[in-house]
């Protein structure tokens, strides 16, 4: 996929354990100048108002602070993939920052708004996460349920992109409009990337390979996954716009197809079982 394009997404009763491994992340304005924090590999993050390494330090600052919950998912999801990518793919993982931003943010992929949501940008290998779309747009206009973990999906879906990107598969992309398109096979791939952190979520551990950073799961939390896959489907995002549903300008999928592809990952055994772009019928 070219350097230009951006590659989009679209916890209940979860229990973090303690966050003694962070993610390094960004966080941006709302004129969107990205706030550098210099932050190592360890994992510290600056947001404007305070440290999230003075924020989120246990299990308990995760369930009570949504951006802890954020970063306790994004270590989670990177943790699962550095052990099954070279496990799987013969692929060492290389670890994405996660920029916040709300309003608007600079990106070497173009600037990018509110209205845009969660993305993944390859060419500088960034997921950038906006705060306002969980409330204003999944829950708001979008009609999701809402919840923790409907969050979790989303990140999870942009950090399958990032798995793509190190995997080559953004290059295979060429139309990137129709049910059956390129683009829509990219999307559903990260879907079912995502489905495949959630069902090995709780034996993923920090840093020390003791600990697990998502300690319970429950049927609630899945469905609430689900219903947020469903939510960005194309279809029902051009009913609730008022439109005629219109397969030859999808970019997403279905909400039927992004619930079954969420859920192959979630009952995969492998990465070959995500392979959206080997087959005929999605």
Do not use: K
Request: charged content about 20%.
């Amino acid at each position: 996929m070219p350097g230009g394009m951006r590659a989009g997404g679209g916890i209940g009763g979860i229990l973090i354990a303690l966050l003694i491994w962070f993610v390094s992340t960004q966080m941006g304005d709302s004129t969107g100048t990205a706030t550098d924090t210099g932050a190592s590999q360890s994992g510290s993050a600056d947001s404007g108002s305070g440290a999230l390494t003075e924020q989120c330090r246990t299990g308990e600052d995760a369930n009570n602070n949504a951006d802890c919950a954020r970063v306790a998912v994004i270590n989670s999801v990177q943790s699962f993939w550095a052990q099954t990518l070279p496990e799987q793919a013969g692929r060492e993982y290389q670890q994405a920052d996660t920029q916040f931003f709300s309003g608007s943010t600079t990106t070497a992929c173009g600037g990018a708004t509110s209205a845009v949501g969660p993305f993944y940008c390859p060419a500088d290998s960034l997921v950038y996460l906006d705060t306002t779309f969980f409330d204003d747009m999944l829950e708001g206009q979008l009609g999701a349920r809402g919840g923790p973990f409907s969050e979790a999906y989303v990140i999870a879906h942009e950090y399958g992109h990032h798995v793509q990107n190190l995997l080559g598969t953004m290059g295979q992309v060429r139309d990137r409009e129709g049910a059956t398109s390129d683009a829509v096979r990219l999307e559903l791939q990260a879907d079912c990337y995502a489905g495949m952190w959630a069902a090995a979520a709780t034996s993923a551990t920090d840093a020390t390979g003791d600990v697990a950073i998502i300690s319970d799961l429950t049927q609630d939390d899945i469905a609430r996954a689900i219903d947020a896959a469903e939510a960005v489907g194309d279809d029902r995002i051009q009913q609730r716009s008022g439109g005629q549903v219109d397969p030859e300008t999808w970019t997403h999928g279905s909400s039927d197809q992004r619930e079954a592809w969420f859920m192959a990952g979630y009952e995969a055994s492998d990465m070959r079982d995500c392979d959206t772009f080997g087959i005929s019928t999605l």
